[in-house]
């Protein structure tokens, strides 16, 4: 089991819907759990960090937590062509292990 | 303020030379981390250190790589001899603490080994 699961994509919503991106993890004692977004060619961005559980809002971007399922998602309202990207979710207790990142088109 | 600044951007090299790349962390930050990326393997970790130290060198491929931070403000990542396999890009990230404090990325050195 990888220790970090997302599912890879990709995944592909119009203009102006809710963009789901989902994330599990298999080490219960993680604590801390990142987003980040990575462009085709560039390095990968923090978009939001949430550390306990229940959703976390900033601006178009939803995190939410639940650590006794251990799942996190990001929600994207109003997705915009400019949110396309990869995807990747970070969980931390020692140090940080990534996902293989979900890649996300947001049609016009 | 400056983020994390890795050298070289790119760098092609024949396989059986020695790569070395270099990384500036953020200034205050007390962990850098080293990571490869490739299509088949995502971003895996390699090494990171606290403090200028170690901690946990688990995810380096084999002895042909090694990692050294000299001081808080530099560190390096030798491949030594390269080979075609170790084609990827790599990126630097620093943060205030090892655990739970959101990492930021260099630009990161896309390496081709021919």
């Known amino acids: 089991q990888k220790e970090v699961e997302q599912n890879s994509g990709p995944l592909s919503v119009p203009e102006g819907a809710i963009a789901s991106l989902n994330c599990t993890y298999s080490d219960r004692g993680s604590q801390s759990f990142f987003w980040y977004r990575q462009y085709s060619g560039k390095s990968p961005e923090l978009i939001m960090f949430?550390?306990?559980?229940g959703d976390k809002e900033d601006g178009r971007f939803t995190a939410q937590l639940n650590k006794a399922s251990q799942y996190v998602s990001l929600l994207i309202r109003d997705s915009q062509p400019s949110d396309s990207a990869t995807y990747l979710c970070a969980v931390n207790k020692d140090d940080m292990r990534f996902g293989a990142g979900t890649r996300l088109t947001v049609k016009p | 303020d400056a983020g994390v600044i890795q050298s070289p951007r790119h760098e092609v090299t024949e396989m059986g030379q020695e790569v070395t790349l270099r990384c500036k962390p953020i200034?205050?930050?007390?962990?850098l981390f080293w990571y490869r990326q490739t299509m088949m393997r995502g971003l895996e970790l390699l090494i990171y250190?606290?403090?200028?130290?170690?901690?946990?060198d688990s995810g380096m491929p084999e002895d042909r790589f090694s990692a050294k931070m000299p001081n808080a403000s530099f560190s390096t990542l030798k491949i030594q001899p390269s080979e075609p396999r170790d084609s990827a890009v790599y990126f630097c990230?620093?943060?205030?603490?090892?655990?739970?404090?959101?990492?930021?990325f260099g630009d990161g050195t896309r390496l081709s080994i021919l």
């Open positions: 200034s205050g930050h007390n962990s």
């Open positions: 250190f606290n403090n200028n130290v170690p901690i946990d």
């Open positions: 949430i550390y306990s559980n």
């Open positions: 990230a620093s943060s205030l603490a090892p655990g739970g404090q959101p990492q930021h």
